[in-house]
């Protein structure tokens, strides 16, 4: 039991029917809207810069880095 042509024809008679041509155009034109704005976002996404890292150092290894730096200023 396969839907036939005229079930089909019947669904697509109601959608229009409900819809009316114009709103479902309207909404394709929408969906394809969401769909290039997607791309694009995705797009920009990629091109984007490598987040920066910050070199993490230990409190003991600051404190010698600093007093390093202090008794060379002297």
């Known amino acids: 039991m396969g ?6 024809l ?9 819809f009316g041509r114009g709103k479902i155009s309207e909404l394709m034109g929408d969906v394809a809207k969401g769909i290039k704005s997607f791309k694009k976002g995705m797009a920009e996404d990629d091109t984007a810069e490598t987040p920066k890292t910050i070199d993490h150092q230990s409190a003991d290894t600051a404190s010698t880095a600093k007093s390093e ?4 200023a002297s």
């Not at 839907?3 to 089909?8: D, E, F, L, N």
């Not at 019947?10 to 409900?18: D, E, N, P, Q, R």
């Not at 730096?69 to 060379?72: G, H, W």
Request: proline fraction near 0%.
């Open 3 to 8: 839907i036939s042509i005229w079930q089909i």
């Open 10 to 18: 019947i669904i697509a008679v109601v959608v229009v029917l409900l």
């Open 69 to 72: 730096d202090q008794s060379k």
